[in-house]
C-alpha cells in the first residue's frame, strides 16, 4: 500500500509539470526537468520581437496568445557574432525571452526569486547557455529565471534623431531596458511559478554584473529587484573609467552610419541585420540622463543607489591588465594611464626586467578588479542602508582538456581565471573536467550562499562557515573560496590606495 501511495504521488508530481502556468499575456506548459518535481519553461516571450521599426526601441509588450504555448525549447539568441551564444540556438534580433526553473508545487509557496543576468562584454552570451542552468539552485529552494538582453550596437546605440525620436527615453541603452522589461515581467509572473516577487536577487558575471550595477542606479528599475549580485565587473569596468556620455555615444553612432553608407534613422532601420552586425560593436551602457541619469560612481557616492544589500567579488587569477612586451613599455602604458600618479602605481607594481613588467601588469589588472568589486560594496555600505558582502575566488578548478592559455584561459598565474567561479555558483559541474570531491564541496558551499542571500539578503546558514559583512571599521576581509571557504586576510592597503587615488581623481572631473 505504501509503494502505491509513492507512485501515486510522485505521477502526481509529474503530471503538475504539464499543468498549464497562466501569465499576463497567455498559458504556458513546461517539461520535467531531473527529478519529477522540477519544473523548467523554456523561450517564455516578455516582450515584442525587437524587429523592424521596434529596432533600437524601448521593449513593447509580448503579445497575447491563445490556447497552451509550448515552453519546451529555449528560444533565439540576440544577436551576435559568436554562433548561439554558447547554447546552440539560432540568432536573431527577435531574442527576449527568458527561461524559468521552479520545484514549487504551488503558488503559494513563495519562493525567493534569482534572476541570471550573462556576461560577454555586452556583445555575447545568452540565457540558454548550458553553464546557466538552473536546476541545481532552484533544487536548493529558488526560482531561477534567465534572460536575454539585446547585444551589440543592437543593444547599446545612439544616433542623434533616435534621441530625438525617443525624447531622451533610454536613447542607446536597449540591453539594460531589455532587463527592466524582464523584471517587469517577473514582478507581474514569477507568483505563478511558486516565486516571490518582493524577494528579487538580480545577479549576473562580467558584463551582467555590469548591468546589475547600472540597474542599481536606473529609476525604472526601482523596486523591481531586492538584492544585488555582482561577480567579476562593476559599472565602470567596461570602459575603465566613467561611462560615455549620449553626445560622446551618437557621434560614435554617426561614425557608425558613415560607415554603413545611411544618412538617416530609416536607411539605418532598412539595413539587414547581418549587415548592422558586421558593421561594428556596441558600447555598452552610457549616462543617457534618463535610464542612467548620472554617471553610477557620483549615484553611489551621493548614495542616491537603489539601496538593497550587496555580494560581489572577483576571482584570484584573471587579470585586464595591460600586456607590455618590455620593461620600457610598461612604464609608458604606466604613465600614459596614471599620469602623475604613476610613481606611485610602480612603486606597488614594479618593472624592474621585462619579466616583472609583466607579472606586474598581470597582478595590478587583477588587484584594479578587485579594487572595483570592493568599492562597489564600500560605497554601498557608506551611502547605503543595507550590507554588502565581498568575495574572492582562489579556488584552482580542473582544466579544461586542451585547455589552451588566453584572455579566459589558465595562465602562468592559475586557473581561478574570469568566468571560473560559475559552474560552482550554479552548482552545475559538468563538462569533461576531472572534477573532484573538492570541487563538489566549493560548488555546494557556494550555491548555498547564494541562495540564502536569495532568500535573505545575507548567504549566512546552517552549516556554512560565518560570513561577515563589510564594515571600513572592523571587518576588512572578504570570503574566501579555497578549497575551503572562509573569511580570508584584508586586501593590501597600499596597492587599494593607488587605485583609490585613481579613481577618486577620474570622479572629480
Not at 525549447?73 to 540568432?91: E, K, R, S, T, Y
Not at 529565471?145 to 546605440?157: A, K, P, Q, S
Not at 517587469?184 to 524577494?199: E, L, M
Not at 573538492?438 to 550562499?449: E, K, L, N, P, W
Request: with cysteine; hydrophobic share 40%.
Amino acid at each position: 500500500m505504501r509503494r502505491l501511495l509513492l507512485f501515486v504521488a510522485a505521477v502526481s508530481a509529474f503530471a503538475a509539470s504539464n499543468d498549464p502556468v497562466k501569465l499576463d499575456s497567455g498559458q504556458v506548459t513546461g517539461t520535467a526537468g531531473a527529478t519529477p518535481e522540477m519544473r523548467i519553461f523554456k523561450g517564455i516571450p516578455f516582450a515584442a520581437p525587437p524587429v523592424g521599426s521596434l529596432r533600437w526601441r524601448a521593449p513593447q509588450p509580448a503579445a497575447h496568445w491563445d490556447g497552451v504555448r509550448q515552453s519546451d525549447a529555449f528560444g533565439p539568441v540576440c544577436m551576435q557574432n559568436a554562433a548561439g551564444g554558447g547554447g546552440g540556438q539560432q540568432v536573431s534580433e527577435d531574442c527576449l525571452y527568458l527561461n524559468v526553473w521552479t520545484a514549487a508545487k504551488s503558488a503559494s509557496e513563495k519562493r525567493p526569486v534569482m534572476v541570471w543576468i550573462y556576461g560577454g562584454g555586452y556583445n555575447t552570451g545568452s540565457g540558454s547557455q548550458p553553464d546557466y542552468d538552473g536546476e541545481a539552485l532552484a533544487k536548493k529552494g529558488a526560482v531561477v529565471v534567465t534572460i536575454n538582453y539585446r547585444l551589440g550596437v543592437f543593444g547599446f546605440f545612439s544616433y542623434p534623431e533616435l534621441t530625438r525620436e525617443s525624447d531622451r527615453r533610454g536613447a542607446g541603452n536597449f540591453g539594460l531596458l531589455d532587463s527592466i522589461a524582464a523584471l517587469q515581467w517577473v514582478q507581474k509572473n514569477i507568483a505563478a511559478f511558486g516565486g516571490d516577487p518582493k524577494r528579487v536577487t538580480i545577479f549576473g558575471e562580467s558584463a551582467g554584473a555590469g548591468l546589475v550595477a547600472n540597474l542599481m542606479v536606473s529609476p525604472q528599475a526601482k523596486g523591481l529587484f531586492h538584492r544585488a549580485i555582482g561577480e567579476s565587473s562593476a559599472w565602470n569596468t567596461a570602459t575603465i573609467g566613467r561611462l560615455s556620455t549620449l553626445t560622446e555615444a551618437e557621434q560614435a553612432g554617426v561614425k557608425y552610419a558613415d560607415g554603413l553608407g545611411a544618412k538617416s534613422l530609416a536607411e539605418l532601420r532598412a539595413k539587414p541585420a547581418d549587415q548592422i552586425l558586421k558593421a561594428g560593436r556596441g558600447v555598452g551602457p552610457i549616462v543617457d540622463g534618463w535610464s542612467i541619469p548620472e554617471d553610477p560612481g557620483t549615484v553611489f557616492a551621493q548614495g542616491k543607489q537603489i539601496d538593497v544589500p550587496v555580494l560581489v567579488g572577483s576571482n584570484r587569477d584573471e587579470s585586464f591588465g595591460a600586456t607590455p612586451a618590455s620593461a620600457a613599455q610598461y612604464a609608458e602604458q604606466s604613465q600614459r594611464r596614471y599620469g602623475d600618479l604613476a610613481d606611485s602605481f610602480m612603486k606597488v607594481y614594479p618593472g624592474g626586467s621585462d619579466e616583472q613588467a609583466k607579472d606586474s601588469a598581470f597582478f595590478a589588472g587583477r588587484d584594479e578588479m578587485a579594487f572595483v568589486m570592493r568599492n562597489w560594496a564600500r560605497m554601498e555600505a557608506k551611502t547605503g542602508k543595507s550590507k554588502s558582502y565581498v568575495f574572492f575566488f582562489t579556488h584552482q578548478p580542473p582544466l579544461q582538456p586542451n585547455a589552451k592559455a588566453g584572455k579566459f584561459g589558465p595562465g602562468p598565474h592559475g586557473s581561478a581565471v574570469h568566468t571560473s567561479e560559475l559552474p560552482y555558483v550554479f552548482n552545475n559541474l559538468r563538462g569533461p573536467r576531472a572534477w573532484t570531491d573538492v570541487d563538489r564541496q566549493v560548488a555546494d558551499t557556494m550555491s548555498s550562499y547564494w541562495v540564502n542571500f536569495a532568500a535573505n539578503g545575507d548567504p549566512n546558514g546552517k552549516g556554512l562557515p560565518k560570513w561577515m559583512a563589510l564594515d571600513e571599521s572592523k571587518n576588512k576581509s572578504a570570503m574566501e573560496f579555497g578549497d575551503k571557504a572562509g573569511m580570508g586576510p584584508a586586501p593590501n592597503e597600499a596597492k587599494l590606495a593607488v587605485f583609490q587615488a585613481y579613481y577618486d581623481r577620474l570622479y572629480a572631473h
